[in-house]
């Protein structure tokens, strides 16, 4: 499968009428995609409305929430991106987090990997034009039928982290979508995926695997260094992420900074942040040393690999430059090594 380099959007510090220019740029520098993602800013599905209609560029949610949006909410916007962008967009659904889905939006953070695997199933009728009958553990419809479906039915990626989504993302997915781990740990995911592909009777070299890579843009030395350890820690201690880690093998490394979290000791918990941990997840360092570090990811079987930069520059000039310097640096013309 071809190698891509693709965009994580929005870009920090733009409003989006800004991205029609970042959309032109990037399309011109060689990137491929432009993926999205849905935290606490911008929805998944607007931002991608700019590059449908001022790029080429195929597009990407990375991802809707399968549990904030209903099966034929999802499925309506599903469609009309699909419209803007016939042939263009990949649908990146997943289970989030028990933050986003408990705390923010007041609703039940239940058996996941179902939840997960019953939308890929009603999603595939829906979008393919079908009136949906449609009883499941986690979700029903009754008689749905998308008005105006799409021309061409999007592909569906599922993001996936432990094991037990990895194996829905081989079984029913077109795509897995993996983040915060290091470019060793791609292996490990990866073979779960193919190996449920096998399982399923598909195509395992048929799934593509998306990685959003965490991209740091700071100049080396400074305090980048303890901003990146709170960065780890604004992560890895949400349950989910936490679990994964366990999974991954690094119980015994982040022991230290989990117990101190857990006592209330956040300087603790900062300060036991393992340096290779820190070195292994997070992107950073000069342009070169960036660009050889998402090549050992696409080396070690990342297909798609989409770029979220990030920076603790307060002003917001320099913040914008340094982002628009890294895009640059970091674009599929500019980049020292060819990607194969």
Same mark, same amino acid.
């Given at each position: 499968?071809?190698?891509?380099?693709?965009?994580?959007?929005?870009?920090?510090?733009?409003?989006?009428?800004?991205?029609?220019?970042?959309?032109?740029?990037?399309?011109?520098?060689?990137?491929?995609?432009?993926?999205?993602?849905?935290?606490?800013?911008?929805?998944?599905? !607007?931002?991608?409305?700019?590059?449908?209609?001022?790029?080429?560029?195929?597009?990407?949610?990375?991802?809707?929430?399968?549990?904030?949006?209903?099966?034929?909410?999802?499925?309506?916007?599903?469609?009309?991106?699909?419209?803007?962008?016939?042939?263009?967009?990949?649908?990146?659904?997943?289970?989030?987090?028990?933050?986003? !889905?408990?705390?923010?939006?007041?609703?039940?953070?239940?058996?996941?990997?179902?939840?997960?695997?019953?939308?890929?199933?009603?999603?595939?009728?829906?979008?393919?034009?079908?009136?949906?009958?449609?009883?499941?553990?986690?979700?029903?419809?009754?008689?749905?039928?998308?008005?105006?479906?799409?021309?061409?039915?999007?592909?569906?990626?599922?993001?996936?982290?432990?094991?037990?989504?990895?194996?829905?993302?081989?079984?029913?997915?077109?795509?897995?979508?993996?983040?915060?781990?290091?470019?060793?740990?791609?292996?490990?995911?990866?073979? !779960?995926?193919?190996?449920?592909?096998?399982?399923?009777?598909?195509?395992?070299?048929?799934?593509?695997?998306?990685?959003?890579?965490?991209?740091?843009?700071?100049?080396?030395?400074?305090?980048?260094?303890?901003?990146?350890?709170?960065?780890?820690?604004?992560?890895?201690?949400?349950?989910?992420?936490?679990?994964?880690?366990?999974?991954?093998?690094?119980?015994?490394?982040?022991?230290?900074?989990?117990?101190?979290?857990?006592?209330?000791?956040?300087?603790?918990?900062?300060?036991?942040?393992?340096?290779?941990?820190?070195?292994?997840?997070?992107?950073?360092?000069?342009?070169?040393?960036?660009?050889?570090?998402?090549?050992?990811?696409?080396?070690?079987?990342?297909?798609?690999?989409?770029?979220?930069?990030?920076?603790?520059?307060?002003?917001?000039?320099?913040?914008?430059?340094?982002?628009?310097?890294?895009?640059?640096?970091?674009?599929?013309?500019?980049?020292?090594?060819?990607?194969?």
């Amino acid at each position: 499968m071809k190698k891509r380099l693709a965009l994580s959007v929005p870009h920090l510090g733009f409003t989006l009428p800004e991205h029609i220019a970042i959309a032109k740029e990037a399309e011109n520098l060689g990137y491929t995609d432009a993926w999205s993602y849905e935290i606490d800013g911008q929805d998944c599905f !607007v931002p991608l409305s700019v590059f449908a209609m001022h790029s080429s560029m195929r597009l990407g949610t990375a991802i809707a929430n399968v549990y904030t949006r209903g099966p034929a909410t999802l499925a309506q916007t599903a469609a009309s991106l699909a419209d803007l962008a016939p042939g263009r967009f990949e649908l990146g659904i997943g289970s989030g987090s028990e933050p986003i !889905v408990e705390l923010w939006n007041s609703l039940s953070f239940r058996k996941p990997a179902t939840r997960v695997k019953e939308m890929v199933q009603f999603l595939r009728r829906a979008l393919a034009g079908e009136r949906v009958v449609f009883e499941g553990e986690t979700f029903s419809v009754n008689g749905f039928r998308l008005s105006a479906p799409p021309e061409i039915p999007p592909r569906i990626h599922v993001a996936a982290l432990r094991e037990n989504m990895l194996r829905v993302a081989g079984s029913v997915g077109d795509g897995a979508i993996i983040n915060w781990l290091s470019a060793n740990d791609v292996k490990k995911s990866v073979e !779960v995926v193919r190996a449920a592909a096998a399982e399923a009777g598909r195509d395992p070299s048929q799934i593509e695997i998306t990685a959003r890579l965490m991209i740091n843009v700071d100049p080396p030395g400074g305090d980048g260094e303890a901003m990146r350890r709170r960065h780890i820690n604004a992560y890895l201690h949400v349950p989910v992420y936490k679990a994964f880690h366990q999974w991954l093998g690094r119980s015994e490394i982040l022991g230290p900074m989990w117990d101190a979290w857990a006592a209330g000791d956040r300087k603790g918990a900062i300060a036991n942040t393992p340096q290779q941990v820190v070195d292994d997840l997070i992107v950073h360092g000069t342009a070169d040393q960036r660009n050889e570090h998402v090549q050992r990811y696409l080396d070690a079987g990342v297909d798609t690999a989409f770029l979220s930069w990030f920076t603790y520059e307060t002003d917001p000039l320099k913040r914008r430059e340094l982002i628009n310097q890294a895009m640059v640096e970091m674009s599929p013309k500019n980049r020292g090594r060819a990607l194969e």
